[in-house]
Structures are given as structure tokens and as C-alpha cells.
T-cell receptor, first 113, second 112 residues
Framework: QKEVEQNSGPLSVPEGAIASLNCTYSDRGSQSFFWYRQYSGKSPELIMF????GDKEDGRFTAQLNKASQYVSLLIRDSQPSDSATYLCAVDAGGTSYGKLTFGQGTILTVHP | DGGITQSPKYLFRKEGQNVTLSCEQN?????MYWYRQDPGQGLRLIYY???????QKGDIAEGYSVSREKKESFPLTVTSAQKNPTAFYLC???????????FGDGTRLSIL
């Protein structure tokens, strides 16, 4: 059973701070990693994806991948109240399972003014 | 506008009834997916299709059926065999199975 684990939170940070969201996965052969943002009552929205070890930056968001330690993280710099949402980590095992995403249960982030 | 359209937004099912959720995309994506989300939970894969006229079971396919007769359409039927159908159903698509998935707005299904 492939597992993706996230701390459900809630994670509370002040406006302007860095929010750090973490995700671990059980399948060592996993190939692709995604972060989705989901506002309450809405569908998930893709915000980052990463395939290789290291960091990938896009605006205020940085995804970090460490395949040896089997974790992926998302950093949000200069957090804004509009970043308050649930953040879902998703992992694609690749190989014959490409496209079959396994999701974590999500981390609730609250950014307070 | 290009995108993924799910309908209806809300759906109610009576006991013993089959219901069909619609998912249409005009993005020319090859791959389409159905997920289920329960309150406070992540998404679980029900069925996926990576090419027309072919589809595969996901992790929780029991009580569901799909078809993929056209590239742009991937309807999901929730059958009476699905004993706990109340959930938020999300359809996604991607250019190919190797590309990131993007979601429609979802359908909320409840039991009457």
C-alpha cells in the first residue's frame, strides 16, 4: 500500500512569514511530486510540481525534493491571508503506474494578519 | 473558454438508484481521471483513462463504472452497489499520463 503522509495541522503562521509544509512517501521508486492548494468547498488547484532532487522555485513558492529521505516540502515565502487553504501533496509512482496519483490527507494552513 | 466542466454541481441519489456524473474537457487532453474526496481526507482514485476506449480501475473502483467513447468525455456512474456514495467527486485531466493533472470544479453527491 503506497502511502503519502502529511501533518494535518492546522499550521498557523503570521502574515509575511515563511510557511513550511512537509510530506513523506513510502514508495521509494516514486517519480513525480505535486502540490495542490484547495480552498474550502473548492476543487484542488495545481501550484507546483517537481521531478528531480533539489529545489524548484516559482514566485513565492519553493518545492524541495529529497528522494533519498523520501520527503517533499513546500515553502511559501511572504505568506498572505489569501494563502490560507488546505495543501495537498500528491505522488506519482511512475513506471506502469504513471498517472496514478496517491494523495496525502492535506495540511490546513492559516495565515493570520 | 478551455477547461474541464463537471455537471451537475450538486446531485442527490435515492436508495437503489444509479446516477451519472458528467465530465467534459476541451483541452485536447489524452488522460482523464475520477477521484473521490471525503471530508477531511485526501483524494482517492476511482478510475482513469489514458486513451479513448480504454480505462483502468483505480484504488476504489467497486460500485462505480465509467466509459470513454470520446476523447473529451469521461462520465462516471455511481451504481446502487456503492453503499456510501456521499462525497465530493472530482474529475481531472492531463495532456498525457506523464503531465500534471488539472481538476474540474467537482460534483457533490448526497443520499436522499
Amino acid at each position: 500500500q503506497k502511502e503519502v503522509e502529511q501533518n494535518s495541522g492546522p499550521l498557523s503562521v503570521p502574515e509575511g512569514a515563511i510557511a513550511s509544509l512537509n510530506c513523506t512517501y513510502s514508495d521509494r521508486g516514486s517519480q513525480s511530486f505535486f502540490w495542490y492548494r484547495q480552498y474550502s468547498g473548492k476543487s484542488p488547484e495545481l501550484i507546483m510540481f517537481i521531478y528531480s532532487n533539489g529545489d524548484k522555485e516559482d514566485g513565492r513558492f519553493t518545492a524541495q525534493l529529497n528522494k533519498a529521505s523520501q520527503y517533499v516540502s513546500l515553502l511559501i515565502r511572504d505568506s498572505q491571508p489569501s494563502d490560507s487553504a488546505t495543501y495537498l501533496c500528491a505522488v506519482d509512482a511512475g513506471g506502469t503506474s504513471y498517472g496514478k496519483l496517491t494523495f496525502g490527507q492535506g495540511t490546513i494552513l492559516t495565515v493570520h494578519p | 473558454d478551455g477547461g474541464i466542466t463537471q455537471s451537475p454541481k450538486y446531485l442527490f441519489r435515492k436508495e437503489g438508484q444509479n446516477v451519472t456524473l458528467s465530465c467534459e474537457q476541451n483541452l485536447n487532453h489524452d488522460a482523464m481521471y475520477w477521484y473521490r474526496q471525503d471530508p477531511g481526507q485526501g483524494l482517492r482514485l476511482i478510475y482513469y483513462s489514458q486513451i479513448v476506449n480504454d480505462f483502468q480501475k483505480g484504488d476504489i473502483a467497486e460500485g462505480y463504472s465509467v466509459s470513454r467513447e470520446k476523447k473529451e468525455s469521461f462520465p462516471l456512474t455511481v451504481t446502487s452497489a456503492q453503499k456510501n456514495p456521499t462525497a465530493f467527486y472530482l474529475c481531472a485531466s492531463s495532456i498525457t499520463k506523464y503531465q500534471p493533472q488539472h481538476f474540474g470544479d467537482g460534483t457533490r453527491l448526497s443520499i436522499l
